[in-house]
T-cell receptor, first 113, second 113 residues
Framework: KQEVTQIPAALSVPEGENLVLNCSFT??????LQWFRQDPGKGLTSLLL?????REQTSGRLNASLDKSSGRSTLYIAASQPGDSATYLC????????????FGIGTKLQVIP | DTGVSQNPRHKITKRGQNVTFRCDPI?????LYWYRQTLGQGPEFLTY????????KSRLLSDRFSAERPKGSFSTLEIQRTEQGDSAMYLC???????????FGPGTRLLVL
């Protein structure tokens, strides 16, 4: 059974700082690893998806890496902005031939102006 | 708007009543997922459809829960004889071919009194 852990649970940083969010998973036989953003009371917005054959993905100020052997993924946010304040969730996708995605509980990020 | 839509956005009901939620996925997506999210937790997988076939159900989905996707397009999730423990955000997502990014709807927030 896949278990996904995210550390830290909450993070507060001043605007402009670079930061790293961590995600670990127990089953290395994942098809992909996806990072989402969730604003309070809202649905999830996909940020980056890394296929199991890939090592990293980049989108703007975001960079996500995947190390299947160690069961870890990181989300790097460069030059953080107050608008980045949200909960960031990682999700390990699809083992066993179907698309059951297992989520962590998220890291709640606050970027202080 | 070509994203995933969910209706209603909010539902308040009394314990013991039945409720039904609807999800309209992105039109060309053949896979549809239901998740449940409680406060402070990540989404938990409930069930998954490929076209009209329900291919996976979580043990979280008790006999009081039923989901359908009759024509492979929209889906409904019904909860019978609601209990206070059913209070949660119910999220729907869709994807293409299953190995791609899951796109989430805004969710339906259920409160059972």
């Amino acid at each position: 059974k896949q278990e996904v852990t995210q550390i830290p649970a909450a993070l507060s940083v001043p605007e402009g700082e670079n930061l790293v969010l961590n995600c670990s998973f127990t089953d290395s036989a994942i098809y992909n690893l996806q990072w989402f953003r969730q604003d309070p009371g809202k649905g999830l917005t996909s940020l980056l998806l890394i296929q199991s054959s890939q090592r990293e993905q980049t989108s703007g100020r975001l960079n996500a890496s995947l190390d299947k052997s160690s069961g870890r993924s990181t989300l790097y946010i460069a030059a953080s902005q107050p608008g980045d304040s949200a909960t960031y969730l990682c999700a390990g996708g699809g083992s066993g031939g179907y698309q059951k995605v297992t989520f962590g509980i998220g890291t709640k990020l606050q970027v202080i102006p | 708007d070509t994203g995933v839509s969910q209706n209603p956005r909010h539902k308040i009901t009394k314990r013991g009543q039945n409720v039904t939620f609807r999800c309209d996925p992105i039109s060309e997506h053949n896979r549809l997922y239901w998740y449940r999210q409680t406060l402070g937790q990540g989404p938990e997988f409930l069930t998954y459809f490929q076209n009209e076939a329900q291919l996976e159900k979580s043990r979280l989905l008790s006999d009081r829960f039923s989901a359908e996707r009759p024509k492979g397009s929209f889906s409904t999730l019904e909860i019978q004889r609601t209990e206070q423990g059913d209070s949660a955000m119910y999220l729907c997502a869709s994807s293409l071919r299953g190995l791609e990014t899951q796109y989430f709807g805004p969710g339906t927030r259920l409160l059972v009194l």
